[in-house]
């Protein structure tokens, strides 16, 4: 949560969070007098706690002035990431937590790594040719070291968690002299976390951020008097900001965040990732007259100039307000997509591609008579989002975690009873790719869409299950609830570019013999109307018992009748696509897996050596 956030929660009780934190005080009309920000006796800091500007405090001795989370911070002396955290706690705010199963190993590395100080080459080149002061080399611990194997100098860039320096996240080094075809030499430690660098030259009181591709340039932004930290891998997307799921609890209490990145197709890309995962609301962009920070100090760019370039940072526009010339390059993807990639996740069923295709941005709604496997059927298409390389969080809120994820296990090995230590196999290779929504029974819509939103941008996951709607917190026959809840989820699907599955529960029919429809949906008819795509699962209760009927009598079961299929796919609405039926598939009892045709053998999601009966299990696609 943002720090101007929780400080606007502070205001609305400013007058008990005044006698909190100076209990010397004394009201003198709309203000809480006390001497100073540790709340000594006399009269020059004055708090407004009523009033146009209620939570607000100026000290007329020191200049000292700001909101009710400065003060806090002031009076514990303490950074403003503690001052969150310790007034979030005051006001009974429960922030939301991911913690995956099993940990990536990862290491520090020692601080005795680092050169005890820097080679005469090392810091000419960041003095002399890249301009920095000798004060910003020592502000940032810059060390560097003479390799004589390698004929070269090496510039270690030390990543501290903090301002006291005793930890080290990574070590970074880059070759002064540049190797074949003009490249940098770069390599890092290895096992490390990928986290950003310049936190230990980061005021105690920033509330403002600067976020650059390289850590020159957050040297230089610090230079020319801003807060800057480096991203460790550079500019791109995918696996290149994948430092964002480590430092998003840090950036988090952040008001504003610039974006200061290089000026060339890669730092857009860069941009579109982190505007996305990081809110579009706080974040800004930065154009430079040059390429980047330090083409601009080396070319004596002043800092007037530059002030100037970030008091002009662009915001971004309400997403509603858009241009037909915006949505150039999208167009295109969808008539030619990079590489032919199909963006979306498919079934697993042949029949069904190029037929039904899982797009960002939509919402599938999923129906089905009780007892006809819904819930089962999804839980085969997460294991294949997965294979994919979808990341899943799963609002089960009909079934407790232990039964589903055993239903998961069991649909995952193909087994109807897999080893234990398959078992463990399985979790460890699910334990950072589907995520629980840990609440069995009714659970409220704002706690669990806020729960989907952390899920989104601290570990984009793209994909999200809820099971089912009347479960979510609403009456039954509350439809204009049930109206507004669905809008939020398109709103949520929208806004932050994923897939929503929502299950949804018919109306009583006659009998089993006929599926419902997208009109047959419990509750209000907005539910349908709103969703992109419309499915139903029925299960052929009519094979199932004239199979049960003859085995109890003893007989044959006629081919025909084997041949006939367990279970329909029906699709009734597909807003982006140009298909609408039926698939008729088949069900294994023992994998719990759907089939495209009776004598296909289910194959397992996770690989896996069995010592056990010395038996490796397949991931073959199928």
Request: with cysteine; net charge positive; charged share 30%.
């Amino acid at each position: 949560m943002r720090a101007k956030d929780i400080a606007e929660k502070l205001s609305r009780c400013a007058e008990r969070v005044a006698k909190n934190l100076l209990p010397h005080g004394k009201l003198m009309g709309n203000y809480w007098v006390v001497g100073d920000v540790f709340g000594k006796p006399g009269e020059s800091l004055k708090l407004c706690i009523h009033g146009t500007k209620k939570g607000s405090f100026y000290d007329f001795a020191t200049s000292q002035g700001g909101d009710l989370l400065e003060l806090w911070r002031l009076n514990r002396q303490i950074s403003v990431s503690e001052a969150i955290k310790e007034a979030s706690s005051y006001l009974g705010i429960s922030l939301p937590t991911f913690v995956p199963s099993r940990q990536n190993i990862e290491t520090s590395p020692s601080v005795e790594k680092l050169p005890k100080s820097i080679s005469a080459n090392a810091k000419n080149y960041l003095h002399i040719e890249r301009k920095l002061s000798l004060d910003t080399i020592d502000k940032f611990s810059i060390r560097g070291e003479r390799n004589e194997e390698r004929d070269n100098d090496f510039i270690a860039f030390p990543f501290f968690t903090d301002s006291k320096k005793n930890k080290l996240t990574q070590i970074k080094w880059i070759g002064v002299r540049r190797g074949q075809n003009n490249k940098k030499i770069i390599f890092t430690e290895r096992n490390c976390n990928p986290g950003l660098f310049g936190w230990h030259a980061i005021a105690n009181d920033t509330r403002t951020i600067v976020l650059t591709e390289g850590e020159i340039d957050a040297m230089t932004l610090h230079q020319y008097g801003f807060n800057a930290l480096s991203l460790p891998y550079g500019g791109g997307k995918g696996s290149k900001q994948a430092w964002l799921e480590k430092e998003f609890d840090r950036l988090a209490i952040f008001d504003e965040i610039f974006l200061c990145l290089d000026n060339d197709e890669v730092g857009k890309q860069t941009i579109d990732v982190l505007v996305e995962r990081l809110g579009s609301h706080r974040c800004r962009v930065v154009t430079l007259p040059k390429k980047d920070a330090n083409e601009c100090l080396q070319a004596g760019i002043t800092r007037k100039e530059i002030n100037t370039c970030f008091a002009n940072a662009k915001c971004f526009d309400p997403s509603e307000f858009r241009r037909f010339s915006d949505f150039r390059e999208a167009i295109k993807e969808r008539f030619y997509p990079q590489n032919n990639e199909i963006i979306g996740y498919n079934p697993p069923f042949d029949k069904c591609k190029g037929k039904i295709l899982f797009r960002p941005k939509e919402l599938s709604l999923w129906s089905g008579i009780n007892g006809h496997g819904k819930s089962q059927f999804l839980g085969h298409l997460i294991l294949d989002f997965v294979k994919q390389d979808a990341k899943v969080c799963i609002a089960s809120l009909e079934l407790s975690p232990e039964i589903l994820l055993t239903r998961l296990a069991r649909q995952a090995s193909a087994q109807t009873r897999p080893t234990k230590a398959y078992i463990d196999a399985i979790c460890d290779y699910y334990a950072d790719k589907i995520w629980l929504f840990n609440v069995t029974g009714q659970a409220k819509a704002d706690r669990l869409l806020e729960v989907f939103l952390y899920a989104r941008q601290k570990h984009n996951v793209d994909v999200f299950i809820i099971d089912s709607l009347m479960m979510c917190g609403l009456k039954e026959d509350d439809y204009d609830a049930q109206k507004r809840f669905v809008e939020r989820l398109c709103e949520f699907k929208n806004t932050y570019n994923c897939h929503v599955h929502l299950v949804a529960h018919p109306r009583k029919g006659a009998d089993e013999s006929r599926p419902p429809g997208k009109l047959d949906i419990k509750g209000t008819g907005s539910v349908s109307d709103l969703a992109d795509n419309n499915f139903v699962i029925w299960r052929n209760k009519k094979k199932e018992n004239d199979m049960q009927q003859a085995e109890n009598e003893g007989e044959a079961v006629a081919e025909d009748l084997k041949n006939k299929c367990d279970c329909l796919l029906i699709c009734d609405k597909n807003r982006n696509g140009d298909w609408e039926g039926k698939a008729s598939l088949w069900y294994d009892k023992k994998s719990y897996q759907y089939l495209n045709y009776r004598t296909q053998k289910p194959n397992p999601y996770v690989s896996f050596f069995d010592k056990s009966v010395n038996e490796t299990v397949y991931d073959d696609k199928f």
